[in-house]
């Protein structure tokens, strides 16, 4: 049931939105040079790598200098790329994930290999779901780049403190999820969206 009404309302969200889709694509092709996605590997339901779909907010080979944006201006960070990742609308490409099935419209975020590595076994039952465009953690922390900027070792921070909170909010999560409560998170996501 879950996997249906995703598909059906992501392919609903593709339509609606493809002219904001449009918009978004065009105004990144001119504010820098670089494809208009960026490809990013990230784990996925049962421990398997996909290919996240998010319009690119960074100068090319920016992850190549970290992999956590750090502030509201990280100076990788294009200008469009700036109010892509305020308005969230960076992540509406995800729409193309949740068709392909390797995402969900409520779930854990997915993250990279290199932090999943450092996953208990508890921990990694978050993989047991398909990760999400948006969870509890993601609203908790919608301002972990600016707790990040005021960290001496942002990565550091990130591993032993943040990360294990998204995990403990996931967990609990897929103890109580059902397609109400997802109902709720989405709304939750629009009001932290419209508030910024």
């Known amino acids: 049931m879950k996997r249906f009404a995703d598909c059906t309302i992501a392919l609903i969200g ?15 092709k001119m504010d820098s040079r670089g494809p208009v996605f960026y490809r990013q590997v ?4 049962y421990n398997n790598d996909f290919k996240i779909f998010k319009f690119r907010t960074m100068f090319i080979d920016a992850d190549k200098k970290g992999l956590l944006t750090i502030g509201g201006r990280d100076s ?3 200008k469009i790329g700036y109010y892509l990742r305020k ?16 995402m969900s419209f409520v779930g854990p975020r997915p993250e990279v290999r290199s932090y999943v590595s450092l996953y208990t076994e508890e921990q990694m039952e978050v993989l047991n779901v398909r990760p999400g465009i948006t969870d509890l953690a993601s609203i908790e922390f919608r301002n972990e780049s600016d707790l990040l900027r005021e960290q001496d070792d942002p990565n ?11 995990l403990s909010i996931n967990l609990k999560y897929l103890k109580k999820r059902n397609l109400l409560k997802d109902f709720v998170v989405v709304l939750k996501t629009f009001q932290v969206i419209v508030k910024n």
């Open 14 to 28: 593709l339509i609606v939105f493809s002219p904001m889709l449009i918009i978004v694509a065009i105004l990144i």
């Open 42 to 45: 990230r784990v996925a339901r």
């Open 76 to 78: 990788r960070v294009t």
């Open 87 to 102: 308005s969230k609308l960076d992540e509406l490409s995800q729409l193309i994930n949740v068709v392909l099935g390797d």
């Open 156 to 166: 550091k921070f990130y591993i032993e403190v943040i990360m294990q909170k998204k």
